[in-house]
């Protein structure tokens, strides 16, 4: 039901300076797969086929992940690392990929819309790749059954220290009956300084949203930072009773700060020794 999902990722990820000058924040490794393999495996469970990735100026290295590279490939045919190319190969096989450049970085509702060349009119997913997600069911899986059953936006949310709102997009919302983690979204703040956050419950790098969002993002005013904000525009669906949050089941990591990247890193080791 969910066919596409949007990668936003043509930010310049300052806070990796300098390994990011050169190389995009996407393309950093927890282990040996890049940030946005991960997030392309993620929604390859959860059923999708088709990545729409907005990239910019210095993100050559993403289209190239994604491709064959005949000189490497030709090399190593046949020999004892050929192996450590299957899983990467594999997902090529399963997706298509579609690409479209973002020219001015004016926040990240901008860069969705921007996407509405490659999604067109249906609703899709967006994975943000710095928000590393592990769980036993997909974040993004999870979420397509959520929005299965109430056909409208979803963010996964988590909830997050107080002292670390203004990090974070935070909603309020009524717990649906019979739920325990699902929100029907009555308000939304685009990083609150916790004195005028409504909650503490933040919206992490994971949305399904319907197409209409597009409509909304073209009139939507900057927010936060002088930035086109998704927060905001969410608002709009959120004050028509549009907007579910979800509590998803799993772990999250802050891939886009340091200390989130080495704790990624130090996860995954373990599960992989
Ligand atoms: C963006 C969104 C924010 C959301 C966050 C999740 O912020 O604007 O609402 O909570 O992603 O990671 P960024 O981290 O890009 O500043």
């Known amino acids: 039901m969910i066919k596409k999902c949007l990668f936003p990722a043509a930010g ?18 927890i282990l040996t797969k ?61 997706c298509t990929f579609s690409y479209t450049r973002q020219i001015e970085m004016k926040g990240l509702g901008h860069a969705i819309l921007t996407g509405e060349t ?18 036993q069911d997909s974040v993004l899986s999870q979420m397509v059954e959520v929005y299965k059953k ?7 949310i988590e909830e ?24 029907r979204v009555y308000d939304m703040v685009e990083k609150p300084e916790p004195k005028d956050a409504p909650t503490n419950l933040a ?6 949203l319907t197409p209409d969002i597009f409509d909304i993002l073209r009139d939507t005013k900057a927010g936060k930072g002088g930035e086109i904000q998704i927060t905001d525009a969410l608002l709009e669906q959120a004050k028509r009773g549009k907007v579910i949050a979800f509590k998803f089941k799993g772990k999250r990591f802050d891939c886009g700060s340091v200390d989130g990247f080495v704790d990624a890193t130090n996860f995954f080791y373990g599960k992989e020794s």
């Open 12 to 29: 310049y990820g300052t806070r990796f300076l300098p390994v990011t000058k050169a190389t995009p924040k996407e393309m950093l490794p």
């Open 160 to 183: 997050v220290p107080m002292e670390d709102t203004n990090k974070y997009g935070v909603i309020a919302g009524k717990l649906v009956d019979g739920t325990d983690d699902t929100y």
């Open 118 to 135: 490659l999604i067109g009119n249906e609703p899709f997913a967006v994975i943000l790749a710095d928000d590393l997600c592990y769980s």
């Open 34 to 94: 890049p940030l946005i393999q991960y997030g392309v495996e993620e929604a390859v469970e959860a059923g999708i086929k088709t990545m729409a990735i907005v990239t910019g100026r210095g993100k050559r290295a993403i289209e190239d992940h994604f491709d064959i590279s005949y000189e490497l490939e030709h090399q190593i045919k046949g020999g004892s690392k050929e192996p450590l190319l299957d899983e990467i190969r594999s997902l090529i096989s399963k």
């Open 203 to 208: 919206i992490i790098g994971r949305y399904i």
């Open 150 to 156: 109430y056909n409208c936006s979803i963010v996964a």
